[in-house]
């Protein structure tokens, strides 16, 4: 009698959470996050060409891609409108640079009511601090790697 009940309300908590799940189209989400992420892109284009049209090489213009790309994303991030682009677009916002970016900058917003010291100063390199310092570590154990090994007369 008790593994009837119990099957019964198995079943009636299966109902439940199909009932509440969302239902997600895999096409509609690819399609959002190519038409956000390529969005992105052709605006990261659009700069790096005017800046050459203005006389820069492409590296400078690349450069400064990047940085109009990050600032726009921290103002839009600041704004409340990253997050909603975020949700439309998936991962259409995430790979490009500009998610990088958000990802540094919502903490802090999240956390600037607790002051500058321990909200934003604390708060700031949540997801980003792994990344610089791993990247950071990275790089000094590579360098090492070549300093010994050019010692040693191998490079």
Known sequence: MADIIQEKKNQEYNEYVKKVTPTHS?????????????AICVIGQGI???GMSWGLDE??????????????SVVLTGCGIYQRLAKFGGAG????????????????IEFQKEGQVFGIG???????????????????????IYWICKLAGIV
Do not use: E, R
Request: some cysteine; hydrophobic content about 60%; glycine content about 12%.
């Open 48 to 50: 790096i060409n005017t």
């Open 59 to 72: 590296k400078t213009a690349g450069t400064w891609c990047s940085v109009l790309l990050v600032l726009l």
């Open 93 to 108: 916002t995430l790979v490009p640079i500009t998610g990088f970016a958000n990802s540094v900058a919502a903490p802090a």
């Open 122 to 144: 604390c708060k700031i390199f949540t997801i980003a601090g792994p990344v610089i310092l791993y990247g950071i570590f990275a790089g000094w154990v590579l360098g090492l």
């Open 26 to 38: 895999l096409w509609t989400n690819m399609w959002h996050a190519f038409a956000v992420g390529g």
